[in-house]
């Protein structure tokens, strides 16, 4: 079975410097998909960013950035330039594609980032 | 275009009640999943449908969890009766699944409290 493991409960960074959250996942598929998703205070959960396994380019959305090291099984997102808007619990997400799984994600236990002034 | 809908947004009932929940997943989308987050277990996966039938319910805690989706833009979730361990942040998600990279849409959640 899948698992997906974010080792940091609480990070914190000053407002403009750069942060990365950790994720790590335990699979045998050799092609599967990979997500961070956002949940800020109100509580919505937003997709920030997401990444196909075969794909060796690593996905950048604006000041998001991952770092996929897939023979570590490791999916790292860097937000650079941070903002007070970026202060929010983040999760790692796992989907294993194929018609059986119907986009069923498994999740990390999530990231908790808070951004100082 | 509008995202899925959750209601209500907060819940406060007491012990013994039943609660239902209710999610309309954006127009389109074939994938319907019930989550439920709390503070010590996290983002737990309760149910998911596709194409409006139960594909897995091995989530749901117990017996007095249950779900439907009769139709493509309806779902619940029911808890009868409910328990004070069953207050949580609980989330619908929906895709249109295609076997690629879709990823879930997620309502803003229904806060629910059991006294």
């Known amino acids: 079975a899948q698992t997906v493991t974010q080792s940091q409960p609480e990070m914190s960074v000053q407002e403009a410097e750069t942060v990365t959250l950790s994720c790590t996942y335990d699979?045998?598929?050799?092609?599967?998909?990979l997500f961070w998703y956002k949940q800020p205070p109100s509580r919505q959960m937003i997709l920030v960013i997401r990444?196909?396994?075969?794909?060796?380019q690593n996905a950048t959305e604006n000041r998001f950035s991952v770092n996929f090291q897939k023979a570590a099984k490791s999916f790292s997102l860097k937000i650079s330039d941070s903002q007070l808007g970026d202060t929010a619990m983040y999760f790692c997400?796992?989907?294993?594609?194929?018609?059986?799984?119907?986009?069923?994600?498994?999740f990390g236990q999530g990231t908790t980032l808070q951004v100082k002034p | 275009d509008a995202g899925v809908i959750q209601s209500p947004r907060h819940e406060v009932t007491e012990m013994g009640q039943e609660v239902t929940l209710r999610c309309k997943p954006i127009?389109?989308?074939?994938?319907l999943f019930w989550y439920r987050q709390t503070m010590m277990r996290g983002l737990e996966l309760l149910i998911y449908?596709?194409?409006?039938?139960?594909?897995?319910d091995s989530g749901m805690p117990e017996d007095r969890f249950s779900a439907k989706m009769p139709n493509a833009s309806f779902s619940t979730l029911k808890i009868q009766p409910s328990e004070p361990r069953d207050s949580a942040v609980y989330f619908c998600?929906?895709?249109?699944?295609?076997?690629?990279?879709?990823?879930?849409?997620f309502g803003d959640g229904t806060r629910l409290s059991i006294l």
């Open positions: 998600a929906s895709t249109q699944w295609t076997g690629g990279d879709q990823p879930q849409h």
């Open positions: 699979t045998s598929e050799s092609n599967y998909y």
């Open positions: 990444q196909e396994a075969y794909k060796q």
């Open positions: 997400a796992f989907m294993k594609p194929g018609s059986g799984n119907t986009g069923k994600l498994i």
């Open positions: 127009s389109g989308h074939n994938s």
């Open positions: 449908f596709n194409n409006n039938v139960p594909i897995d």
